[in-house]
């Protein structure tokens, strides 16, 4: 992937990230106490990088695509930090988030179906996006702006002033992207965009994204539970389980060489032509109001070890095979991570109990040459 | 462009919704009228029973058809509907049409006047109950609604003239008009009346005695109409495309009025044509305690005279407004959502 | 069998948890204050001095007392007396006890027949469904006041004026919103999985309405029934009001009502004011009682999200990495109206 970040195996000059993550953690009011649908994130997006996260429901990838622009449901709370290209979002007031959304950081969502005003015409919607945040634009002006956007994603300018009514699911998903980008943003999150529709539409909608992420410079966050979308679309890819990421890296990596035994479990899940038997992960995602003492996954996981239910793991680099140096700038683990590289939050690894083995390491081998 | 293909499939949305509800009048008047035959004897003697001799009696029956086999009289009674001829009532000289012709206008003044104010408090009330869900005002509001239209009409009615005209004098208790005052009738309706006569003491006037019952009957269904308005705004405020827009960081107002509010109107025409029913209902117990020279005192003085013929007369004609005013309704949900035509 | 019970029972039991708090106040106001009117209208006339239609008292002596005409409100009569030499309060009394009976019955008459139909109707589709559907359509969108007139005029050739007359009037009025509310339930159950099962697996068409649709549908009943009692009360007094409730003299709100007009006019306010509260106050109370319930019942208009105590940083995990310490205050969302309320919402 070399249109992407240029982060492994790099040295400490790169980029500015164009949204950088840090501890995010989203909770809802229950009755029975709160809920950490999301428990301590850290992300960071490259400019132009495409990040899938995948998880399965309940994992919080929603909740955390959601709790960036703070798109939550009252009595809902964000913790945390999360800059985008520079810019505090979490605590920002809310005129200040009002004129992020939409035009530096964008949302798609699901279900197409149900994202459009029905009483309005699809050109309207253009007109109302970009004349909120940009005031000087004129009707006219923003009607040019729709069209070009909608032709971009196969929308003859002739449909512009229809209804939604009168699209259908796919194309609806076409206008929701088109919305998104009409006033290009620094970064697209986009929640599930292809589950509601059926897999011809879905290559489609695919097709769009790749292009995205390689014509445009907009970051882009894809969740879904679909782990051959990312493989398809995505430069790296999180994987998230019961409110954490609990492995990161490239994808052909991750793909290659899971570390973590939930991913690993993950991968063996799929359908391909090989599969002659099904495999699925025992036991059932935790109860994030009072989840399980240690690592999360310890109850279903095949490589559990005794001091799994004591010590809470964290993200820490782990070997790769092959090509791809699994290495980071060396200033990183002062900073604790390497945002390239692949990690994975698994106590079968060094450093995961939050130790700095890496350093200890690399010091052997100073030592030993 | 758009205009064209949109009146084309209006036009044939209306005659679709035409055809849908002639099933419908048919049914109510058939209604109608095994209703008023199921009352023993017939509708002469029922009326004039001890007026008459038994001979009298009789004669007139036979004259009026009431001893031809039903499925006869059925048919003449259809036809007549239809064509606007509802029947002779016993005790009065018009024909029920005209009787009608007298009375409608009147009942149609207080009702459209009364639905004007039900929409304004509802909708107005409504909405911001609904933006402002379980605040003070939402609560008060709610209350408001539950407890006007808990209120009988007949008694708010009645308190209003006791405060209003008696105590206050700033209404008169009843009627629709002081005796010379009226303008030349050209509608039935003596604001419009007024209007096109170019006479504004009549129009002051019309509208003086049309405040009380119409405002009292107005604001009881109105209470309705805030319950209403107000979970299309809840429904509304939480939908798809509400979130849709504020992920594009739509203003508040925008979403407010743009997108909340319209949407959660469109239900609302159809409720206020379900209402309507309502109003009409209402609107009988409204003329008998403002003394308001409409259909409802009409079929009132028909009912105490056991006039049956007036009585059927009437609540056909009843019968046939409900269903024009349902098919209204739907021309101007047609107009309004751009889903409904075919 | 028992326990199977108790399941359901908890399970009917979850939304009311789940309700607001303003919907549970709702229920409790509204049901209190039926209670009271409930409790007045039967026990209270044991107490009350005087019968609703009482315009006289014996005395010692054996000779008859006429009670006041037109008397205002005092220590002896506490709501005043009527220009028939009634008191005011135990005719208020008396037509509370009535105004429940009438409502009881026709709501019962309304659901005997609205009910049954629209499980029918609903379960076996076609014809039948069709032809009823359009009946009941054609009915509910009559005016409801005409229509009790109607059957109220009617029947007065068939039955005496009383209660069972006043209670059919009323009740017919109500029949197609029972019907139509159980056939739309019926419908959608129709259409769920375990009926299939049920079918499948050889049931009888009537257990099947009976055990799986039945108990189903049931659960809309208790909203529609407490909305229509509240407008089964103001029909009544409508055609009480109008004269064609129950025979005069018997105590009645609306026809209370109706007698009082002429005492309007000569400043007489007592007659009208009380049966009119009274009114008022029952109506309301049912009201409240229904629209509680519906905010119970009814999964749109609960309040997600916002029971349950406030976030804190209790919940932290304490172990593992520094990066998941909490320090600073909680962010609250700064979109505050998406869905339910805005308590400080945007700006």
């Known amino acids: 992937m070399s249109d992407g970040p240029t982060f492994v195996g790099d040295t400490p000059t790169r980029t500015a990230p164009v949204a950088d993550i840090r501890g995010l953690r989203v909770g809802y009011r229950t009755p029975r106490g709160p809920l950490w649908a999301v428990d301590g994130i850290d992300l960071q997006i490259a400019p132009g990088e495409s990040v899938g996260l995948v998880g399965e429901s309940g994992c919080g990838k929603s909740s955390l695509g959601r709790g960036l622009v703070q798109l939550l449901p009252p009595g809902a709370g964000v913790r945390g930090s999360v800059e985008l290209d520079g810019e505090e979002l979490v605590g920002a007031s809310a005129s200040a988030l009002r004129r992020k959304r939409g035009d530096d950081i964008a949302l798609v969502f699901q279900e197409p179906m149900t994202r459009l005003d029905p009483l309005m015409k699809v050109s309207s919607h253009f007109i109302e996006t970009i ?57 697209i999150v986009a929640d599930e965009p292809t589950t509601a529709l059926d897999v011809i539409v879905e290559s489609q909608i695919l097709d769009i994204l790749d292009r995205l992420r390689r014509d445009e410079s907009v970051g882009l966050v894809l969740i879904t ?16 389980y019961a409110g954490r990421i609990v492995e990161v890296g490239p994808v052909e990596e991750i793909f290659r060489d899971p570390k973590h035994p939930y991913t690993r479990g993950l991968l063996a899940s799929t359908i391909s032509l090989e599969t002659t038997e ?61 945002p390239g590289a692949h990690q994975a939050a698994c106590l079968l690894y060094p450093g995961a109990d939050g130790s700095r083995p890496a350093e200890s390491a690399e010091r052997a081998e100073g030592d030993s040459l | 462009m758009s205009a ?134 939402d609560v008060g509001g709610r209350l408001f609604g539950i407890v006007i239209y808990a209120a009988p009409i007949f008694w708010l009615g009645l308190l209003a003239q006791l405060v209003f005209s008696l105590r206050l004098g700033w209404f008169p208790t009843g009627s629709r008009m002081t005796g010379f005052d009226a303008p030349p009738r050209v509608t039935g309706l003596q604001t419009v009346d007024a209007v096109i006569a170019l006479d504004p003491s009549a129009l002051v006037t019309a509208v003086h005695h049309l405040i009380l019952p119409g405002t009292t009957l107005g604001l009881v269904i109105g209470g309705i109409f805030i319950r209403l308005v107000r979970v299309n705004m809840l429904q509304t405020l939480r939908s798809d495309y509400v979130e849709a827009a504020h992920a594009r960081g739509v203003g508040e107002r925008a979403v407010l009025f743009r997108h909340a509010f319209k949407n959660a109107l469109v239900p609302v025409v159809t409720i206020v044509g379900l209402q309507f029913a ?65 | 069998m028992p326990s199977q019970l108790r399941v359901r029972l908890e399970h009917a039991a979850r939304p009311f948890r789940q309700a607001s708090r303003t919907a549970k106040v709702l229920v409790a106001v509204g049901l209190l204050i039926t209670l009271v009117f409930t409790l007045a209208a039967f026990v209270g006339p044991e107490f009350h001095e005087y019968d609703g239609i009482q315009y006289r ?30 008191d005011v309060f135990a005719r208020i009394l008396d037509g509370g006890r009535l105004a429940l009976a009438v409502v009881l019955f026709s709501t ?132 009480g009001f109008l004269g064609l409730g129950v025979q005069p003299p018997t105590p009645e709100w609306g026809y209370d009502i109706s007698q009082a007009v002429i005492d309007i006019t000569s400043g007489v306010w007592w007659t009208a004011l009380w049966p009119g509260l009274a009114i008022v106050t029952l109506v309301t109370a049912l009201t409240l009682v229904g629209e509680g319930l519906n905010d119970v019942i009814n999964p749109l208009l609960r309040a997600r999200g916002m029971s349950g ?23 609250p969302t700064a979109d505050g109206d998406h869905g339910d309320d805005a308590p400080g919402g945007g700006p």
């Not at chain 1, 006219?140 to 259908?168: C, K, N, W």
């Not at chain 1, 290495?327 to 683990?333: I, L, S, V």
């Not at chain 3, 010692?60 to 009634?86: F, K, N, V």
């Not at chain 3, 919940?315 to 909680?330: H, I, N, Q």
């Open chain 1, 131 to 187: 004349r909120a945040h940009r005031p000087g634009v004129s009707k006219d002006e923003a009607h040019h702006m729709a069209r070009t956007a909608l032709a971009q994603m196969g929308i003859p300018p002739t449909r512009v002033d229809d209804y939604p009514h009168e699209f259908s699911g796919g194309m609806r998903q076409r206008i929701m992207i088109a919305l998104a980008i009409v006033l290009q943003p620094k970064l």
């Open chain 1, 225 to 240: 539970h679909n782990l051959g979308i990312v493989a398809e679309t995505c430069d790296r890819v999180a994987v998230m």
């Open chain 1, 278 to 338: 099904l495999h699925t992960i025992e036991g059932y995602p935790p109860d994030l109001i009072d989840p399980p003492p240690g690592c999360r996954f310890n109850p279903r996981c095949p490589d559990r070890m005794p001091h799994c239910t004591q010590i809470d793991p964290v993200l820490t680099p782990v070997a790769a095979t092959g090509a791809h140096q699994a290495g980071f700038a060396p200033g990183a683990h002062q900073a604790g991570f390497a």
């Open chain 2, 4 to 137: 064209t293909k949109t009146s084309g499939s209006l036009r044939r949305y209306l005659l679709t919704r035409i055809a849908l509800t002639l099933p419908m009048l048919l049914i109510l008047l058939t209604i109608v009228f095994l209703l008023l035959r199921v009352a023993p004897g017939d509708p002469i003697r029922a009326t004039l029973g001890d007026r008459l001799s038994s001979a009298e009696i009789e004669a007139r029956s036979e004259a009026l058809g009431f001893n031809d086999p039903l499925i006869v009289q059925y048919g003449r009674y259809l036809g007549g509907a239809l064509t606007g001829d509802l029947g002779n009532p016993i005790t009065d000289r018009r024909t029920t049409a005209g009787v009608i012709r007298d009375t409608f206008p009147a009942t149609l003044e207080l009702t459209l006047f009364a639905m004007l104010v039900a929409i304004t408090v509802g909708v107005l009330i409504g909405a911001v109950s609904g933006r402002l869900r379980d605040t003070p005002f």
């Open chain 2, 278 to 342: 309502l109003l009409l209902g209402g609107a009988i117990l409204t003329e008998r305690v403002f003394s308001w020279p409409g259909m409802g005192t009409a079929i009132l003085r028909f009912l105490e005279a056991r006039d049956y013929v007036g009585v059927q007369g009437i609540v056909t004609f009843f019968a046939i407004v409900v269903v024009v005013i349902s098919l209204i309704i739907d021309l101007v949900n047609g107009l309004v959502d751009p889903r409904i035509r075919y």
């Open chain 3, 57 to 86: 008292v014996e005395q010692e002596d054996g000779s008859y007392e006429q009670l006041p005409r037109l008397a205002p409100p005092s220590s002896e009569h506490l709501l005043g007396t009527t220009r028939d030499r009634y």
């Open chain 3, 108 to 239: 019962l008459i309304a659901m005997l027949i609205g009910v049954p139909l629209g499980l029918l109707s609903g379960y076996r589709g076609g014809k039948l469904d069709r032809a009823l559907v359009t009946v009941m359509d054609a009915l509910y969108v009559f005016p409801p006041l005409l229509l009790a007139i109607i059957v109220a005029f009617l029947l007065q050739a068939y039955l005496a004026q009383g209660v069972p007359s006043a209670a059919a009037a009323v009740g017919v009025v109500y029949i197609p919103q029972y019907f139509r509310v159980v056939r739309n339930h019926t419908l959608s159950v129709k259409q769920e999985p375990y009926v299939e099962a049920a079918r499948s697996l050889g049931a009888k068409q009537h257990t099947i309405i009976s055990r799986y649709v039945a108990f189903n549908v049931i659960q809309s009943v208790p909203v529609i029934f407490t909305l229509n009692a509240a407008d089964a009360v103001l029909t009544l007094a409508s055609l």
């Open chain 3, 309 to 331: 105590a406030k976030l804190d940083d209790d919940a932290v995990s304490t172990a593992g990495g520094a990066a998941r310490d909490g320090e600073g205050t909680l962010a």
